[in-house]
């Protein structure tokens, strides 16, 4: 009889050599919600069996087997399993160095300060989706796939994500003249995030009133500057924790008031403790 407690979330991360920038996760989670949050990382998202409901500031999704989902940097999110299924899930993180490596083969136009962009959403899509995770049950199979077929198999799902939705960012235009302010205003938070930043500091940055700044902010990234906040200090959290240093250590670090307050916040957010987090063994 299987006595496992199908309630507590089963996440396993890694890296493989064979890949540039993009880390790897595969996940089971029963009945379970996840609070906003977001990464620093584009993610994709591929669901195996059950489905997951996410939320974004443009609306409510529900992505089950055969669909693509797609997060980008600094997008805000929330979801739950969907109607209390069990959501088995596998995902690539891909930060700015791995966006680089994918631009350089498949967008050549592409630069360093406008790399290549997935647009955010849920794709339909069951045969990319189908590439996908076979590319990534390869890389976790080190024992038996070799580092030729990986990488082939990682960028032949590459080569259709990017060739099916990918677009430079110099091909969607200038950026509006408020939504390069709130840039302005995210940049500022993200480089000062470990101290308590008043309304009015980062109002006299863009020149814009504390009331115009705070709905605009909303408007353009889902959430207002304070929350904003309390995400990049989460990221910071997590990337100490990966480091090898203590939650304690990383909580006074980023700006958390005690070690229960990243507790908390962390759990609602990534759906494991700090403490199962910085456990987590990379792969080869």
């Known amino acids: 009889m299987d006595t496992s407690d199908k309630s507590e979330p089963e996440v396993v991360c890694w890296r493989d050599g064979a890949l540039d920038g993009a880390c790897l996760a595969s996940a089971r989670y029963g009945e379970h919600k996840f609070d906003r ?86 794709y339909q899509d069951a045969h990319l989706a189908g590439l996908l995770v076979k590319a990534h049950a390869s890389l976790d199979q080190h024992g038996s796939v070799s580092l030729m077929e990986r990488q082939a198999n990682w960028w032949a799902a590459m080569g259709m994500l990017v060739g099916r939705y990918g677009q430079s960012r110099h091909e ?72 090898g240093h203590s939650a304690a250590t990383a909580a006074a670090a980023v700006g958390f008031y005690d070690q229960s307050h990243l507790n908390r916040l962390f759990k609602r957010a990534y759906g494991i403790t700090p403490g199962t987090y910085a456990a987590l063994k990379p792969g080869h």
């Open 172 to 243: 969607l235009g200038e950026a509006r003249r408020e939504a390069h302010k709130m840039a302005q205003v995210r940049e500022y938070v993200a480089a000062n995030y470990a101290r308590d930043i008043p309304v009015d500091e980062l109002a006299e940055l863009v020149g814009l009133s504390r009331y115009y700044l705070t709905r605009a902010f909303c408007k353009e990234f889902g959430l207002p500057p304070h929350a904003y906040a309390t995400q990049v200090r989460l990221l910071a959290a997590k990337r100490m924790l990966a480091a």
């Open 37 to 122: 949050h977001l990464h620093d990382e584009l993610v994709i998202v591929m669901t195996q069996s059950g489905a997951g409901q996410c939320h974004t500031r443009t609306g409510s999704e529900v992505a089950g087997p055969g669909s693509v989902l797609v997060f980008g940097p600094g997008e805000y999110h929330s979801g739950e399993v969907w109607e209390g299924r069990e959501w088995n899930y596998r995902a690539i993180y891909l930060d700015m160095e791995g966006l680089g490596a994918l631009g350089a083969v498949f967008s050549p136009d592409s630069r360093p300060d406008k790399p290549l962009l997935i647009p955010p959403g849920l």
